[in-house]
């Protein structure tokens, strides 16, 4: 007994092992391409809940499936209501696993060439190119799975004249519960549904525990993973944690509901869907499974408007904490930790905005902006310190230029904010009318520039922002030649007409790398980008920006590393 108890639980490890690997190597493999389509594809409600189905099913992961649409609902990417569809279609497409377990593993005993595909998959992720070579783990992790299945049927088969039905608590209301409870002690330890869906599938093919058993366990198995949802995301954002509710929410309503439903569907199963044992009793517990998660759906989706409010009661949201949304779990996934990133940017250049939009209509109390610049400067740290820690591959060119895109903007962003350190050169321009025209130029850029960030589904036209800042460089030197001139017949004293000369640059700087920032925070969306150029294409950046600053910012824009280059302030 004690060695048939070793062979069923090393079944087991061999099942999760394969299922890592095939979800590995499917992620990476289209991970990326998928969480694109999952941002460009999710609209509403019902087409959330297909795409989390169906790239649930794909990936075999729940979970990162999940992770794509906090990082996206966090970034504003995708609405509460849109990633609440795709957690809700995630339950769904999570059933596939039972029915690859069924169908492959004992109706058409897959397990006998097995050992082949591991094989082949091995030999190809050791010596095929990198895209053929996750093809081939993902093959090695699917033969595997099928491995630890057999593995796990051979150890229960042995404990058939020990562990029977009656070793299990009995088919009533008192017994479903404590199966359910079973279910989740069984979840919580694998800390995977599949895993154990696939132990409950092999049991009812070899008779140790009856379809009955076997479908109120089923239950317990899906409650259990909202235990370690909220684990998962204690300290989190606020997003993860409403999407954690979200799961809880989920699986205890279907769960109740499923508990009171097993006495019918036992009834329907044997008297009209398998008269004749036409289907085998495994393909039953997963038609159960995949039922009840569509009977969940079918319930909460019409009622997602009141599930989205009591999301929001139990989690607030937070109180003006821009870094909030970036999580650490999304360091591991690029796209999503980048739109992050994004969306951070987003919100404090909106902040930047609408200072200088204050300072410029003369409504911005001055005596403030040090400590509003000191919690900017804080949340641009604490982005660059992400940032750097976020592992872009270079075969992934869409990803990576984003990423570029990101880091460009954050820097246009520190060098908008400095020049709030040099805000009396706002005051030169007072009394000067080719500068006050100027400033009542970029205060209509930046009052329009506002008013296109407040909405994040749309991209602005930038082509504005772009001709003030060539006009502004294009003008320098005659404006450089106007100000002595006038200066010399007007008897003006020369620190004056400097004052005057800076006051232009400055101007000329803020509309520069507003143009600038509004480009490169567009570029970097992951869908609806205006860029697609590729990494090594941002080379070929425009002749203003080798003029743009006193402090040899030339370069800025030509960085097609990694590193964020953060320059010492000019004068």
């Not at 979200?246 to 329907?268: D, G, I, Q, R």
């Not at 289907?279 to 319930?299: D, Q, Y």
């Not at 009141?306 to 009661?313: D, N």
């Not at 902006?369 to 000191?374: A, D, H, K, L, V």
Request: charged letters at 20%.
């Amino acid at each position: 007994m004690g060695l048939e108890i070793l062979n069923a639980l090393g079944g087991l490890g061999l099942f999760l092992l394969g299922m890592v690997i095939l979800t590995n190597g499917l992620k990476e493999l289209a991970g990326d391409t998928i969480r694109r389509l999952i941002a460009k594809f999710t609209k509403n409600m019902p087409s959330g809940i297909a795409t989390g189905a169906i790239v649930t099913a794909v990936l075999q992961s729940s979970s990162a499936t999940t992770v794509t649409a906090v990082g996206f609902a966090s970034a504003g990417l995708l609405s509460l209501s849109q990633s609440l569809g795709i957690i809700f279609g995630a339950n769904l497409g999570t059933t596939m696993t039972g029915w690859i377990v069924a169908v492959f593993g004992f109706k058409l005993k897959l397990g006998q060439i097995a050992f082949p595909l591991i094989l082949v998959g091995t030999l190809m992720y050791m010596f095929a190119r990198k895209r053929v070579g996750m093809i081939g783990f993902a093959l090695a992790g699917f033969g595997l799975i099928f491995v630890g299945i057999d593995n796990m049927q051979a150890g229960m088969s042995g404990l058939a004249d020990t562990v029977t039905p009656k070793s299990f608590p009995t088919d009533d209301w008192l017994g479903r519960i404590l199966l359910i409870l079973i279910g989740m002690g069984v979840s919580m330890v694998t800390q995977s549904s599949s895993a154990g869906m696939a132990m409950a599938i092999t049991a009812v093919h070899t008779g140790t525990i009856s379809l009955t058993q076997g479908v109120a366990m089923v239950v317990g198995f899906d409650m259990g993973t909202t235990v370690t949802a909220v684990i998962a995301t204690l300290g989190g954002s606020v997003t993860a944690r409403r999407t954690a509710f979200a799961h809880v929410l989920f699986n205890t309503t279907t769960a109740c509901v499923a508990y009171f439903l097993v006495p019918l569907y036992m009834w329907v199963w044997q008297s009209y869907v398998n008269q004749g044992d036409r289907f085998s009793p495994e393909i039953g517990l997963a038609l159960f499974h995949s039922l009840f998660n569509l009977l969940g759906i079918l319930m909460l989706a019409p009622l997602s408007s009141q599930v989205i409010r009591v999301l929001c009661w139990l989690v607030p949201d937070a109180v003006n904490d821009q870094v909030e949304r970036l999580e650490e779990s999304f360091i591991q996934t690029p796209n999503v930790a980048i739109e992050a990133s994004r969306s951070t940017l987003t919100e404090v250049f909106q902040d930047v905005l609408h200072l200088f939009h204050g300072l410029f209509t003369n409504e911005a109390d001055r005596a403030d902006i040090s400590s509003m610049m000191e919690q900017t400067h804080e949340t641009l740290t604490i982005t660059e310190d992400y940032l750097r820690r976020v592992n872009v591959s270079k075969s992934d060119p869409q990803t990576l230029r984003c990423y570029q895109e990101v880091v460009l903007a954050l820097d246009h962003i520190r060098r908008l904010t400095r020049r709030f350190k040099e805000i009396e050169r706002l005051d030169a321009a007072a009394d000067v009318e080719d500068l006050q025209k100027v400033v009542t130029r970029l205060t209509k850029l930046l009052d329009d520039t506002e008013i296109a960030f407040e909405d994040r589904s749309e991209l602005m036209d930038e082509q504005p922002l772009e001709d003030c800042a060539r006009e502004l460089d294009q003008d320098q030197e005659s404006v450089r030649r106007r100000f002595t001139e006038a200066a010399s017949r007007s008897g003006d004293d020369f620190e004056y007409v400097l004052n005057q000369l800076d006051a232009y640059r400055w101007l000329y700087r803020i509309s520069y790398h507003l143009w600038r920032t509004v480009h490169h925070l567009q570029s970097a969306r992951i869908i609806n980008g205006q860029s697609d150029v590729e990494p090594a294409e941002i080379n070929n950046t425009k002749a203003v920006d080798s003029r743009s600053d006193d402090e040899g910012q030339g370069s800025e824009d030509k960085k097609t590393s990694l590193q964020i280059d953060s320059r010492d302030e000019v004068e």
